[in-house]
T-cell receptor, first 115, second 116 residues
Framework: SAVISQKPSRDICQRGTSLTIQCQVDSQVTMMFWYRQQPGQSLTLIATANQGSEATYESGFVIDKFPISRPNLTFSTLTVSNMSPEDSSIYLC????????????FGPGTRLTVL | AQTVTQSQPEMSVQEAETVTLSCTYD???????LFWYKQPPSRQMILVIRQEAYKQQNATENRFSVNFQKAAKSFSLKISDSQLGDTAMYFC?????????????FGKGITLSVRP
């Protein structure tokens, strides 16, 4: 498995601002993933972040709204840009040790509230 | 595309009793993994158990076991000797073991409450 941390654990933000969420893992991993979990809902994949290449976004998510960085094999950031109340969610990062086709381990999540 | 269905939105069980959470999935592939994840109020997603589709033997982890029926595409989770700490949302999930576009697909989840 892997130990994953996220910062911040929660935040309350104003409409129109941006928030960057950090995800740190204790070992080198090929693939990291970012998910959104809206209140009372299941997880929806936002994008897959590979080191050294552009993130791959899922349908309905765009880079301008959710820019992602992956500077090395243990760290990634997700920015939620120009926020609106509809962006209020839990944002989770996960990692796959075996290249994405195996078990994913999750960070503790970031609870975002947009006023 | 694969789908994962958890038809029960919530369940309740008395402490120390046994409860079974249902999950069905739909795929035409043969090579995949199935998972149960637990999300307590702390919101951390915790891996409970994993089943490899090519293995006929049901996976077991302490008080947690699965009933994997591949032909019926059913993957239920049994929790024995339920404890208060088992109170959480439980998600069934699925991933293909091959394919460039394979991604982890979750069911809608079920809220389990363990009563003292």
């Amino acid at each position: 498995s892997a130990v994953i941390s996220q910062k911040p654990s929660r935040d309350i933000c104003q409409r129109g601002t941006s928030l960057t969420i950090q995800c740190q893992v204790d070992s080198q991993v090929t693939m990291m993933f970012w998910y959104r979990q809206q209140p009372g809902q299941s997880l929806t994949l936002i994008a897959t972040a590979n080191q050294g290449s552009e993130a791959t976004y899922e349908s309905g998510f765009v880079i301008d709204k959710f820019p992602i960085s992956r500077p090395n094999l243990t760290f990634s950031t997700l920015t939620v840009s120009n926020m609106s109340p509809e962006d209020s969610s839990i944002y989770l990062c996960s990692v796959s040790i075996a290249g994405g086709l195996d078990t994913q381990y999750f960070g503790p999540g970031t609870r975002l509230t947009v006023l | 595309a694969q789908t994962v269905t958890q038809s029960q939105p919530e369940m309740s069980v008395q402490e120390a009793e046994t409860v079974t959470l249902s999950c069905t999935y739909d795929t035409s592939e043969n090579n995949y993994y199935l998972f149960w994840y637990k999300q307590p109020p702390s919101r951390q997603m915790i891996l409970v158990i994993r089943q490899e589709a090519y293995k006929q033997q049901n996976a077991t982890e302490n008080r947690f076991s699965v009933n994997f029926q591949k032909a019926a595409k059913s993957f239920s989770l049994k929790i024995s000797d339920s404890q208060l700490g088992d109170t959480a949302m439980y998600f069934c999930a699925f991933i293909f073991r091959t394919g460039a576009n394979s991604k982890l697909t979750f069911g809608k989840g079920i809220t389990l409450s363990v009563r003292p």
